[in-house]
């Protein structure tokens, strides 16, 4: 029976106010079917519909909200109920609902979407949230407990949270956009744009400090020599301790590379390990051809992979439809390439301090006889 008693837990649950015992008794009084199935009933019947009509304070709501349930499954019984995290998914899309409805702009076509120009962060329990440059933001585990904090453009993990098993975030960064993120070991990661990495809240002792990699990061891996730090993209591990290097691993690119600036680490496919992978020097980029899975290594200028960090671009002996794929990622726009002749074509060019788009266009219609145009938010290469 849906007693008193229980319906104060529910209530200081969805508050963020309930102990643990409270909890785990919750869980326990979850465990009986009938008592499930009401509590499914009581939620849609009095919190969704309460909370969506009765707002007035979206912005506080949000913030109450994406706390619900946070970590629970993990770290009490009621991870067996891990259901319930639907309906706080719910709990939020009804609290918008509300709020639009009230305002007058509710229809039927209404769906709740994150701007595509958002840097994103996805919580280990499907909760999204949109980090603002210069912001704050604070990732809680399931005690309450901080376990990261934004400082302007920088996302900071903690070593001192209470978390004992493995638990990820991915952080994502639009076209247009770069940002940092410092692991809870100290290792600092500079994103740029067009990128996401998936990686634990914390690296647990005993355990590999590994991160999944889509798109083009720097790394600045904390020494550990007890804990390896591998770097995973599709079909291809970078295995360090720590040291300093580039990577680029855009799914789109026919290659995934990799520039050690200091240090040494090994490349290795998939389907090998370290001891047979390709150990790199300072100042020499691996190259992985995805098609054939095989590595090749080059001296290279490693100024002109690390450029990025400090908004600048330089490109070195780079075919055009290359330098257009880099300038969409840079700076969020669609180029079309009219001139098929131009695709192929070999060009090397600096442009430093970030400068606009018009004014590489304009150096590259000077410098190289380029025409273009400008229709519809794209650029047309003629």
Known sequence: MFSDNIKKIVAKYFNKQATKSERE????????????????????????????????????????LLGLIEKEKKTSKLYRYYKLIKYAAMLLLFIELGYLNKEGYFSKNFVLNVPSDSITLELENGNIEIITKNGTTQVLDAEGGIISTQNENQLIY????????????????????????????????????GTSLRYPTKFLLGEKRQVFLKGEAFFDVASDIS??????????????????????????????????????????????????????????????????????????DISIYTSWMKGNLIFRNMPFKKIVKKLERHYNIKIIINNQKLTDEIFSATFKDNPPIDKILSAFKRSYKIEYSIKNNAIYIN
């Open 25 to 64: 008794e919750l869980g326990l009084w979850l465990e009986h079917p009938t008592n499930f199935r009401e509590f499914k009933e009581y939620i849609k019947t009095n919190y969704i519909i309460n909370l969506s009509m009765e707002l007035y304070d979206s912005d506080n709501s949000k913030k109450k």
């Open 158 to 193: 903690s070593n001192d949270s209470n978390v004992e098993t493995i638990e990820y975030n991915t952080l994502t960064i639009p076209f247009g956009k770069r940002f940092e993120v410092k692991l809870s070991d100290g290792t600092k990661v500079y994103l740029n744009s």
């Open 227 to 300: 804990h390896a730090f591998i770097v995973s993209t599709k079909k291809l591990n970078v295995e360090v301790l720590g040291t300093e290097f580039n990577m680029t691993a855009y799914p789109e690119d026919y290659n995934s590379d990799v520039v050690l600036i200091e240090g040494s680490l090994g490349l290795y496919s998939d389907d090998k390990t370290l001891a047979e992978g390709t150990i790199l020097k300072p100042g020499v980029k691996g190259s992985f051809d995805k098609k054939h899975e095989k590595i090749s290594t080059e001296a290279v």
